[in-house]
């Protein structure tokens, strides 16, 4: 092995276009990776190997042919399981969809196509993206590179781990309620969480859809702004894509923090976060001072049920969007005939549908019946308004926000698994940004004295992903 599976995007694309490596190399660097690593993490659930080598095949030739390609041409990448990919199995992790072969690719795939991009395969998660740890996966839990008796994240756990165990360069993950950002903090790497219909979800399956965003992960700053670049922008099949101009996100890399004002969020700080996590993103605060911002004190005060806000809200939307999941039109039919189509039902989801997602199908629906919608899903709805709200007065104050992403480094395997309400709480810090509709990045910050790593977030009003990679840029220089 050359080791080119653990160059940057940037480095990678050079490479390729001095013919120090071809696109075949560098695949099988990151297959070779794969091989060493991926039976003790459990990161991949479906390989393409073959589909893999044939496209970068294509860029070596299509290079040798003097051919001028995008930048991510040949680059090797993978996608969390819940992203259609045409011809390639995508399952959701879930028993339900265990055989699904997409007929078409999901909007941000074929954005990525039109690149030249080497898909390697599909990443482990949570089934239908509902946890936090990877666990809920009718593929068993993804472990974490750093320590394998952790967690790597979730629900893209996957997607985290195959990047920071260097497999491949970078890869996709959505993020619901912290789904992107609590796997790159667990897993030392970058992760970015959009704002909500700055990337088309078309072609994603949903789990709630007034909160699910699509972003990605990579292993520095400048691979998250390039892969943002392909993916951002308008689809006309997906009506929650505005027409808002996409900027140049490298443009933002090199500007300096001077000046900048910047908010610490003091619930974010509160009791319950690990001491080594407070200690680790004031450090860098500190740090972004130095560099001449001005370090701010806010207050986000419905931060605290932001939590309550999620698991009514977003169970209500899960049970309607996994409606469809029935054994007839979608998704795999019983094992024994049943008796009539009540019964059909109850075998076709009882056998394919897992713990967490029969347990959020059930808030779900209780919330949205008649008698509990008034009391508890528009209420939930009225909150989720004054957590915006918070925000929006936030940034009236500040440009950019900065905190802890998880009040904890990973934990263990196992450890908060029969304790769904300790694994809720896992994502207290990320949940309010997806609430409100934000972006949000996670960045590497320092690491525990066990040697696990520690993330930061960067939140930002709407649509302004640039002063998220603006601040990140500066950390990472330091």
Same mark, same amino acid.
């Given at each position: 092995?050359?080791?080119?599976?653990?160059?940057?995007?940037?480095?990678?694309?050079?490479?390729?276009?001095?013919?120090?490596?071809?696109?075949?190399?560098?695949?099988?660097?990151?297959?070779?990776?794969?091989?060493?690593?991926?039976?003790?993490?459990?990161?991949?659930?479906?390989?393409?190997?073959?589909?893999?080598?044939?496209?970068?095949?294509?860029?070596?030739?299509?290079?040798?042919?003097?051919?001028?390609?995008?930048?991510?041409?040949?680059?090797?990448?993978?996608?969390?399981?819940?992203?259609?990919?045409?011809?390639?199995?995508?399952?959701?992790?879930?028993?339900?969809?265990?055989?699904?072969?997409?007929?078409?690719?999901?909007?941000?795939?074929?954005?990525?196509?039109?690149?030249?991009?080497?898909?390697? !395969?599909?990443?482990?998660?949570?089934?239908?993206?509902?946890?936090?740890?990877?666990?809920?996966?009718? =593929? !068993?839990?993804?472990?974490?590179?750093?320590?394998?008796?952790?967690?790597?994240?979730?629900?893209?756990?996957?997607?985290?781990?195959?990047?920071?165990?260097?497999?491949?360069?970078?890869?996709?993950?959505?993020?619901?309620?912290?789904?992107?950002?609590?796997?790159?903090?667990?897993?030392?790497?970058?992760?970015?969480?959009?704002?909500?219909?700055?990337?088309?979800?078309?072609?994603?399956?949903?789990?709630?859809?007034?909160?699910?965003?699509?972003?990605?992960?990579?292993?520095?700053?400048?691979?998250?702004?390039?892969?943002?670049?392909?993916?951002?922008?308008?689809?006309?099949?997906?009506?929650?894509?505005?027409?808002?101009?996409?900027?140049?996100?490298?443009? =933002?890399?090199?500007?300096?923090?001077?000046?900048?004002?910047?908010?610490?969020?003091?619930?974010? =700080?509160?009791?319950?976060?690990?001491?080594?996590?407070?200690?680790?993103?004031?450090?860098?605060?500190?740090?972004?001072?130095?560099?001449?911002?001005?370090?701010?004190?806010?207050?986000?005060?419905?931060?605290?049920?932001?939590?309550?806000?999620?698991?009514?809200?977003?169970?209500?939307?899960?049970?309607?969007?996994?409606?469809? =999941?029935? !054994?007839?039109?979608? !998704?795999?039919?019983?094992?024994?005939?049943?008796?009539?189509?009540?019964?059909?039902?109850?075998?076709?989801?009882?056998?394919?549908?897992?713990?967490?997602?029969?347990?959020?199908?059930?808030?779900?629906?209780?919330?949205?019946?008649?008698?509990?919608?008034?009391?508890?899903?528009?209420?939930?709805?009225?909150?989720?308004?004054?957590?915006?709200?918070?925000?929006?007065?936030?940034?009236?104050?500040?440009?950019?926000?900065?905190?802890?992403?998880?009040?904890?480094?990973?934990?263990?395997?196992?450890?908060?698994?029969?304790?769904?309400?300790?694994?809720?709480?896992?994502?207290?810090?990320?949940?309010?940004?997806?609430?409100?509709?934000?972006?949000?990045?996670?960045?590497?910050?320092?690491?525990?004295?066990?040697?696990?790593?520690?993330?930061?977030?960067?939140?930002?009003?709407?649509?302004?992903?640039?002063?998220?990679?603006?601040?990140?840029?500066?950390?990472?220089?330091?």
């Amino acid at each position: 092995m050359a080791n080119f599976n653990k160059l940057t995007i940037r480095q990678a694309a050079e490479g390729l276009r001095a013919k120090n490596f071809s696109a075949e190399e560098l695949l099988n660097d990151c297959l070779a990776q794969i091989k060493l690593r991926d039976k003790d993490l459990n990161a991949f659930v479906t390989l393409d190997e073959n589909g893999a080598r044939e496209q970068a095949q294509t860029v070596d030739k299509k290079l040798e042919a003097g051919e001028k390609l995008p930048l991510l041409a040949g680059i090797p990448m993978a996608v969390k399981d819940l992203i259609y990919t045409k011809g390639v199995k995508t399952t959701c992790a879930s028993p339900i969809l265990k055989d699904f072969v997409p007929p078409y690719d999901a909007t941000v795939m074929e954005m990525l196509k039109a690149q030249d991009i080497v898909m390697i !395969g599909k990443t482990n998660l949570d089934e239908f993206a509902c946890g936090g740890s990877t666990e809920h996966s009718c =593929f !068993g839990p993804t472990k974490n590179p750093f320590d394998l008796t952790r967690v790597a994240g979730g629900s893209s756990g996957g997607s985290a781990a195959c990047v920071a165990a260097d497999m491949c360069l970078y890869s996709l993950g959505t993020d619901t309620g912290g789904s992107i950002r609590q796997p790159a903090s667990f897993c030392g790497i970058y992760g970015m969480k959009v704002t909500y219909g700055r990337v088309s979800r078309s072609g994603v399956n949903s789990m709630a859809s007034s909160w699910d965003t699509v972003g990605n992960f990579a292993r520095n700053v400048e691979d998250i702004a390039l892969v943002l670049q392909q993916i951002a922008g308008k689809d006309r099949r997906d009506m929650t894509t505005p027409d808002v101009a996409v900027p140049d996100y490298s443009s =933002f890399l090199n500007k300096d923090v001077k000046g900048m004002k910047i908010g610490l969020p003091k619930e974010y =700080f509160a009791e319950g976060v690990d001491p080594e996590v407070v200690a680790a993103v004031k450090n860098s605060a500190k740090k972004l001072e130095k560099l001449g911002a001005e370090i701010v004190e806010v207050s986000l005060p419905y931060t605290k049920y932001a939590v309550a806000v999620y698991y009514v809200s977003v169970p209500a939307e899960l049970s309607a969007n996994l409606e469809r =999941f029935d !054994g007839i039109r979608y !998704g795999k039919k019983p094992s024994e005939d049943p008796a009539d189509i009540v019964d059909f039902y109850f075998k076709a989801r009882g056998e394919g549908f897992g713990d967490e997602i029969k347990r959020r199908i059930m808030i779900g629906t209780y919330v949205l019946s008649a008698g509990y919608f008034d009391a508890y899903y528009k209420k939930a709805q009225r909150v989720r308004t004054l957590i915006i709200r918070d925000f929006a007065e936030a940034f009236e104050k500040v440009d950019a926000l900065i905190a802890p992403v998880a009040p904890t480094p990973a934990f263990k395997v196992g450890e908060l698994v029969n304790d769904p309400l300790a694994m809720y709480m896992a994502d207290v810090l990320t949940i309010p940004v997806n609430a409100a509709g934000l972006p949000g990045l996670a960045c590497p910050c320092g690491v525990t004295a066990s040697g696990l790593p520690i993330g930061l977030q960067i939140i930002a009003p709407q649509f302004e992903e640039g002063r998220c990679l603006q601040v990140a840029s500066a950390l990472e220089k330091v």
